[in-house]
């Protein structure tokens, strides 16, 4: 039986068995020129051929194609890549993505493998997902499995798809990485740069990294042109102070620019350097640090290489900034700087003697000798090391270790494109160290004495790597003695680098030293003239058809004097909040919120919505706030938020939920410009955003020409500055606060223009001429109160009186007013180091 069992099992495995030498020896037998011959004679005679015949060949034709088609779609993207790293620069290539690998990148001999990811793959899909990933995507991986951190820059280079490539000033491609963390780190690699790469014959996106992880392609859903150079931030009337000139570095937020306050006091939103000094007209140097640079900058970069041998990013911007200021030598600046943008003009001043019209440079935290933090071969020792060896060889715990490696290579992310020229022994830093002084230009040096983390490495070896994270010598970016510098009056206070220009006493220290030595003028006491009778009579007949005029139009009695008095009393205090920027007021029948750069706040000071808020709209005795992550909504019943709606608004920098018709308003901004969208309906381009109001439970936006309302299922122009322009044949500043009640219209504009308009009869009267404030119009009691950050007066609804009397505010300045009561408001004010919510009556 078990004979016949085996038999039988031998058979069945010899008829599996395919003899391939019978098949491949088979071949051998073939004509295949006789096969040629008669495949060319049946197409040529393809007519006349049986309907079998030409059946078999088609599919014949057809079954070659395909497997062509499948052999050049499908082998590239499983195909693998080995990247061996020896002593000498290597080069590898796979598909779209291209890497350069310097001389002694890694301490020794190591390989890697690179392999795209498998598109329906989960770990694609979720990279795709939360990243928003184009095209492939791949992985590097470390054959040792030893993941380290190089001790120079690799570059990484991902091909362009020529489609979404809309020109040379655009810049709308990154370079995105994802780490092997669960969930995984994804962000986009700063300081890309976007150039025709000719040995590759191709258009590339470049970036450094020092670590190999997942690597691919980010394209901008909504491609800008992008420009450089110096910008207008905050524009005032000229006066005998100086422009504030900003040059920021890596830190963002050294603009002062808030985001959610555009509909407050000018086109560019809430401001904390406007806070300090208002008067000033205040601008940017605006360069690709972090973001991406265009081919059109790259080709100048490339450019001024070739014509002085400096590849040198700072040179190279140092040089175009002094061209700038060049440019401007009618307008006379205090500059304000951060971080790497210090060195920046210190290099163009220092060596461009001939500018002028700089009074003064302002450094915050300035690296004049350089920093250890972005130093790859102190990165390379503390690199995803064990924390027991950490500890045990540099006595920092594990959460210590933590803070320090993610505070280190999130520096060495942003400043990758720079590193080299930012070290203490850079020829750039000793460069610039032996350029004089400016004698004509005050210098003020700001700089913190305690680190952005905390850390204890005083008495370990890593002191000598990052002093600049030890107490009472760095504030986390620099060291003391590295933001020194001969000649300058020099500033330390207890803070880190990233809260100096947002603090109270840093600001008021700032404020008193850039308003030395400018002049005031006396004004003349005003006499009655000499010139003849007849210049006499003119000037009356012009009063007369000025008030013939005025007659006309009149809509409301204009006051004969004006009185400084005391309109508000302040009553009760019911908040004080420090650690924010701004705040919006928000009185939801008695339950009182503020809504501010640091989340939602109430009365008592608790933090009852720690989000980051892209946009407030109050309805209905509801509050809908709309953050990063969708959309969340709180009554005056209530103490608590509810999450309504689940949505991903990263993208957008303002978002306003419309209940009831549950559509989105999207605010982006270019240039201080807002391009405005429902949903994907675009409503406005190009335009001064103020705000969005809600009057009567309609829908209004406060465009700088033109107020829209929305009704039924559009967006309608109410009024328009060319129309009322058309009326009264005067131009005026653009539109900054908007209320309607019966059939009148104000409106409130940038110069100081109080403006009605009677939609009956088409009147329009200039009420307000810089005798009123520009910021906020608000309705108390049948009294129209124009609120400015300084100044408050009301115009009589009922009556149709501009009664004159005014309150004029030297002690602090108007954040935000809401309604609180009848004959009373509540009042957000910056007072001394913080912000104070304040019941006022009247």
């Not at 140092?318 to 060049?326: D, G």
């Not at 009760?572 to 939602?600: F, R, T």
């Not at 938020?641 to 920098?653: G, L, Y």
Request: aromatic share 14%; hydrophobic share 35%.
């Amino acid at each position: 039986m078990a004979k016949k069992k085996k038999e039988k099992k031998e058979k069945i495995e010899k008829k599996r068995k395919i003899d391939f030498r019978k098949i491949f020896g088979g071949l051998k037998n073939i004509n295949f020129k006789k096969l040629i011959n008669n495949l060319l004679y049946n197409i040529k005679n393809f007519k006349h051929l049986e309907r079998k015949k030409k059946i078999k060949m088609l599919g014949g034709f057809l079954l070659i194609i395909l497997i062509f088609i499948g052999s050049f779609l499908i082998i590239p993207r499983f195909a693998t890549r080995k990247l061996k790293i020896e002593r000498n620069a290597k080069s590898a290539s796979i598909s779209n993505l291209f890497l350069y690998v310097p001389p002694d990148a890694f301490q020794y001999k190591k390989t890697f493998t690179i392999r795209p990811l498998k598109e329906n793959s989960a770990e694609y899909q979720n990279l795709k997902t939360m990243g928003n990933f184009y095209g492939p995507i791949y992985t590097i991986i470390p054959d040792d499995n030893k993941e380290e951190s190089s001790l120079k820059p690799i570059k990484i280079k991902y091909r362009i798809p020529m489609d979404l490539y809309y020109g040379d000033s655009f810049n709308n491609f990154s370079i995105m990485y994802a780490s092997d963390d669960d969930p995984p780190i994804i962000k986009k690699l700063s300081g890309c740069e976007i150039f025709k790469d000719e040995s590759l014959g191709t258009y590339v996106v470049q970036a450094n990294t020092f670590h190999f992880s997942k690597f691919g392609l980010y394209v901008d859903p909504a491609p800008k042109e992008v420009s450089f150079g110096l910008k207008t931030l905050i524009e005032k009337p000229p006066s005998l102070e100086p422009d504030l000139l900003l040059v920021p570095g890596v830190d963002n937020n050294f603009l002062g620019f808030v985001p959610n306050t555009q509909s407050i006091n000018n086109i560019y939103g809430e401001n904390v350097w406007s806070l300090y000094f208002p008067n000033r007209t205040i601008w940017y140097y605006k360069y690709p640090l972090l973001e991406t640079k265009p081919k059109s900058y790259m080709d100048a970069f490339f450019g001024y290489f070739i014509r002085t041998g400096s590849n040198s990013y700072l040179e190279f911007e140092a040089e175009r900034f002094a061209l700038e200021l060049k440019t401007k030598q009618n307008k006379q600046f205090d500059i304000i700087t951060q971080g790497i943008g210090s060195l920046i003009v210190r290099y163009a001043l220092e060596k461009h003697p001939e500018i002028k019209n700089v009074r003064t440079i302002s450094m915050f935290s300035p690296p004049n000798k350089g920093i250890n933090t972005v130093n790859p071969i102190y990165f390379n020792i503390i690199y995803k090391k064990s924390p027991e060896i950490i500890e045990l060889t540099y006595g920092l715990n594990k959460e210590e270790y933590n803070s320090l490696f993610l505070n280190i290579s999130s520096k060495m992310d942003l400043i990758s494109a720079y590193y080299k020229e930012l070290l203490p022994d850079s020829d750039f830093i000793k460069k610039i160290n032996t350029l004089p002084r400016r004698k004509d230009i005050k210098y003020y040096i700001y700089t913190g004495t305690i680190p952005d983390i905390n850390i204890h490495i005083k008495n370990t070896k890593l002191a000598t790597f990052y002093p600049e994270f030890i107490n009472g010598y760095g504030d986390g970016l620099v060291t003391i003695e590295s933001a020194k510098l001969d000649g300058a009056k020099f500033y330390t206070f207890e803070i880190p680098y990233n809260k100096l220009f947002s603090d109270n006493d840093v600001l008021k220290i700032l404020q008193k030293n850039l308003s030395l030595g400018i002049q005031k003028v006396a004004v003349p006491e005003i006499k009655d003239d000499s010139f003849p009778e007849t210049k006499k009579a003119i000037e009356e007949t012009k009063v007369k058809e000025k008030l013939k005029k005025e007659e006309i139009s009149k809509i409301f009695e204009k006051p004969q004097n004006y009185e400084n008095i005391k309109l508000l009393n302040f009553s009760e205090q019911l908040l004080y909040l420090e650690n924010i920027i701004y705040g919006k007021i928000y009185n939801l029948n008695g339950n009182i919120l503020i809504a501010s750069n640091k989340g939602v706040f109430d009365t008592d000071g608790n933090n009852i919505l720690n989000k980051n808020v892209l946009g407030s709209l109050e309805y209905k005795n509801r509050l809908y706030i709309t953050t990063n992550d969708g959309i969340y909504a709180i009554d005056n019943s209530s103490y608590e938020f509810i999450k309504i709606r689940n949505i991903d608004f990263n993208i957008h920098d303002n978002v306003f939920y419309l209940p009831e018709i549950r559509k989105y308003i999207y605010v982006d901004y270019s240039n201080g410009l807002a391009k405005i969208y429902e949903n994907n309906n675009l409503i406005a381009d190009k335009v001064i955003f103020n705000s969005l109001k809600v009057l009567n439970n309609n829908f209004y936006l406060v465009l700088g020409d033109k107020i829209l309302k929305r009704t039924k299922d559009k967006w309608e122009t109410v009024i328009t500055k060319n129309g009322i322009k058309n009326i009264i044949n005067t131009d005026f500043g653009y539109f900054t606060d908007y209320y309607s009640q019966s059939y009148y219209i104000y409106l409130l504009t940038s110069d100081y223009k109080l403006i009605v308009y009677n939609t009956k009869n088409h009147k329009v009267q200039i009420l307000g001429n810089t005798d009123v404030g520009k910021f906020k119009l608000i309705e108390n009691n049948n009294r129209l109160w124009i609120f400015d950050r300084n100044y408050v007066t009301y115009i009589d609804l009922e009556n149709k009186i501009f009664p004159g009397k005014y309150q004029s505010i030297s002690d602090y300045n108007i954040i935000d007013v809401a309604t609180y009561k009848k004959d009373s408001f509540l009042l957000l004010i910056k007072k001394d180091r913080g912000f104070e919510l304040w019941i006022t009556d009247y």
